[in-house]
């Protein structure tokens, strides 16, 4: 009678050959046996967002040609911020600052002119009677307003609005302050629009803007590299423009929650505000999201230099436009920032008397960019997103 337990127990070579090939890794691209499920990959690394580099006998060459094609896209943005950046910041330089003036007021014109004799700073804007000039210091078409006090005695009152610009409005009170004193006469200043005590620089309008541009790009980029560059279709299409609208409204509203209850540098004007930034959230999320339908994430490269490397300079936030080289002086009133900067400026200090242009603008663009990503979906979407055809490798 034969007993299980006395059989022959397999050799210890044996047992270490079956253990070393179970144990044994398998090549990129080979299955063993007749199985044909490749290995299964790690589902956290996936689920965390990781994406794992391409395997192929030849890895080396597109592992060059695309880390070197990125780095030269890195190079040169990093070079535009650093030329934008420096190149237009690094010496601001007051030119042309449009100070109102009654056309009757003899003074008051007498007074800049001399000035203007001296230097190019400070430039006079005529208007017919104190109450258009007064208008156009709140449409923020000028800076300040120069007036006799007693027309044909040495008093003169410069009316500022340092809302604008605390800049522009301290170059203009300092140079006209000088030019009253050389001549014997007196200046009295009176900020009607001031700037808030919480922001003495007026720097907040610009910041704020800034997370409401970059926020727009990475959202647009996040969908862009999750989702694919171009929807497959219209549907999807709307629901990538929808995502970003709801999107938008959230950092428009924390951008005025942080301006408004944190740090209390406006305290009126908090819808406004969150509307303000909605729109510029949205202007720039669609630009980036365009761009990147017809161009791929090439596209996120183009809209960071527009809107960040050239925008943010020009965009007359740190200093006013007339402090700005030519290139930029004219930016803030068709790029993203500075409409932005001009449409928070005037929501926040100006009633909303001073935002019918930047409304407008950002308006515009924010159509372009959907019409610009519905476009590139119905051109480039499904040719894009279908899958490759099998070769004869693969069948």
Do not use: C
């Not at 780095?71 to 330089?93: D, E, N, Q, R, S």
């Not at 007051?94 to 100070?99: K, Q, S, T």
């Not at 407008?360 to 899958?387: I, K, N, Q, Y």
């Amino acid at each position: 009678m034969t007993q299980e337990h006395d059989a022959e127990p397999p050799a210890a070579s044996q047992v270490e050959e079956a253990i070393g090939s179970e144990a044994e890794p398998e090549e990129p691209g080979r299955y063993r046996g007749t199985r044909r499920t490749p290995p299964a990959r790690p589902r956290v690394l996936t689920g965390m967002g990781h994406v794992r580099e391409p395997e192929s006998e030849r890895w080396w060459r597109s592992w060059l040609g695309r880390t070197a094609a990125l780095l030269l896209g890195a190079l040169i943005l990093a070079a535009a911020f650093v030329t934008a950046y420096v190149g237009g910041l690094h010496k601001p330089t007051p030119r042309d600052i449009p100070v109102a003036v009654v056309r009757d007021d003899n003074a008051a014109r007498t007074l800049i002119a001399a000035v203007r004799v001296r230097t190019n700073t400070i430039e006079a804007v005529e208007y017919a009677d104190p109450q258009a000039a007064l208008q156009a210091l709140k449409k923020r078409s000028v800076y300040a307003i120069l007036s006799s006090s007693t027309l044909g005695g040495t008093g003169l009152t410069l009316t500022t609005a340092s809302a604008s610009s605390p800049a522009a409005t301290q170059v203009i009170e300092q140079t006209l302050d000088a030019a009253a004193a050389a001549t014997g006469a007196s200046l009295a200043v009176a900020d009607v629009v001031p700037v808030s005590t919480q922001d003495p620089l007026g720097v907040v309008p610009f910041y704020l803007v800034f997370g409401f541009v970059l926020g727009g790009i990475l959202a647009a980029t996040a969908l862009g590299v999750a989702v694919g560059t171009v929807p497959r279709n219209l549907d999807r299409a709307a629901m990538r423009i929808g995502a970003l609208a709801v999107f938008s409204a959230l950092v428009g509203t924390a951008g005025a929650i942080v301006a408004g209850p944190v740090t209390q540098v406006w305290t009126s004007h908090r819808v406004g505000v969150a509307i303000a930034g909605t729109l510029v959230t949205f202007a720039a999320a669609m630009l980036t999201s365009a761009a990147q339908g017809w161009l791929g994430l090439l596209g996120t490269g183009l809209a960071v230099l527009l809107l960040i490397a050239l925008g943010n300079p020009g965009s007359g936030g740190i200093y006013p436009p007339e402090f700005l080289p030519r290139f930029f002086d004219q930016m803030y009133r068709w790029n993203i920032p500075g409409l932005g900067v001009s449409l928070v400026e005037g929501v926040a200090y100006f009633d909303r008397q001073a935002t019918g242009w930047p409304i407008t603008a950002l308006a515009l663009w924010a159509l372009a960019g959907v019409l610009g990503l519905l476009l590139a979906t119905a051109v480039l979407g499904r040719r894009l997103s279908s899958p490759p055809s099998p070769s004869i490798k693969d069948k």
